[in-house]
Each structure stands twice: as C-alpha cells, then as structure tokens.
C-alpha cells in the first residue's frame, strides 16, 4: 500500500537506477482500467489501485501488467 515515485529499471553493485518520468510497464495482479489511478505498491513487487497511492495515467493493461505515465 506505499505510494511509490517512480521505477526500478537496474541495481548494480548497490546503486539503483530509478525511472521517475515517461512511460513505463509495471507488474499487476489484475487487470486495470484505463486514465487516471490512484496507484501503490502491492504483494510482490506488484502494483495495484489502492486510494492512499499517487495518480498516474495508465494506458494499458493486460491481466499481468499495465502501460503507465509517471
């Protein structure tokens, strides 16, 4: 349920490289509608619809993973 600023694209030798703009696709337990969502972080490493998240534009999505702006 913690809101979340952007995206984990690679870790190397402890340093994280983080996407905090533009599209990107994250993993989902279900299927999200398209517009605005409030999004957080979820089981797994997930990411679900959840009020106390941040709102981003999703584009897409499939039963696994959505399309989103951050």
Known sequence: GDAFCGICIDL?????TVQLSGYTKVST???IGVGYKKLAAA???KVAVNESGREYL?????ATESGIIL
Do not use: E, L, P
């Not at 190397?12 to 994280?16: E, I, L, N, S, T």
């Open 12 to 16: 190397r030798d402890g340093y994280a």
């Open 29 to 31: 337990g279900t299927k």
């Open 43 to 45: 089981a797994s490493g």
């Open 58 to 62: 999703v584009i897409d999505s499939t």
